[in-house]
């Protein structure tokens, strides 16, 4: 799949312009990437190395915040070193995606990676998006709408701490939710699915975020 309109995995770049937010970003991306090491088995670079830049890049924030003469400076180049550690791990998700057997699963391997999703020119929603809320702890959450031709639904929430124990949120009528009272820098994976008259849907792909 080397045509101009196969999936690409992308960096929205304007949603992450604060540095707190392209902090987590990148977090996450390292955390979606080391969760899914049979499809990742080598990043490039490694995630010791990324981790460890991203480490730097929030010492150096803390120091800019100060205002230390030559401290944003400092941060910057930080900054500019995480970028190009999350652009080329851009470049390895691509790759394999690339070498899929098949759109779909090129699709799965990008949703995967914690990157975002264009597909055939346009940005693509996925069953689940898990966002950071304004508040400290908290995140919002969004399913793709179930097809109105299957009449009314209901959406249930799930989270967990490992991916091993689920716990249930809520369930809602509506394609969002929001959680509040998460411990900031925690790890959280979550999913949902439908119930309509038709019965249950499949759990979509678990999302994993760390909580701001």
Do not use: C
Request: aromatic letters at 6%; glycine letters at 8%.
């Amino acid at each position: 799949m080397k045509s101009n309109k196969r999936p690409l995995a992308i960096l929205r770049m304007q949603t992450i312009r604060a540095i707190g937010k392209f902090i987590l970003k990148a977090k996450t991306i390292v955390l979606n990437i080391g969760n899914h090491t049979t499809i990742f088995v080598t990043p490039d670079p490694t995630l010791a190395i990324v981790t460890t830049d991203i480490g730097a890049l929030e010492t150096a924030e803390a120091v800019a915040e100060t205002r230390v003469t030559g401290s944003a400076a400092a941060r910057n180049a930080k900054y500019d070193i995480v970028l190009n550690d999350l652009r080329d791990l851009l470049g390895y998700v691509q790759k394999i995606a690339d070498d899929a057997g098949d759109e779909n699963a090129a699709i799965a391997i990008i949703q995967a990676s914690g990157f975002d999703l264009k597909n055939h020119g346009v940005r693509v929603k996925p069953d689940l998006e898990v966002k950071q809320g304004p508040a400290s702890g908290e995140v919002r959450m969004i399913a793709k709408a179930a097809p109105k031709a299957e009449g009314r639904a209901m959406y249930e929430w799930q989270k967990s701490a490992d991916e091993i124990v689920w716990l249930p949120i809520f369930t809602t009528l509506g394609t969002r939710g929001i959680v509040n009272g998460l411990t900031p820098d925690s790890k959280w994976y979550f999913r949902v699915r439908v119930l309509n008259k038709f019965g249950t849907k499949g759990w979509s792909s678990v999302v994993s975020i760390i909580v701001q």
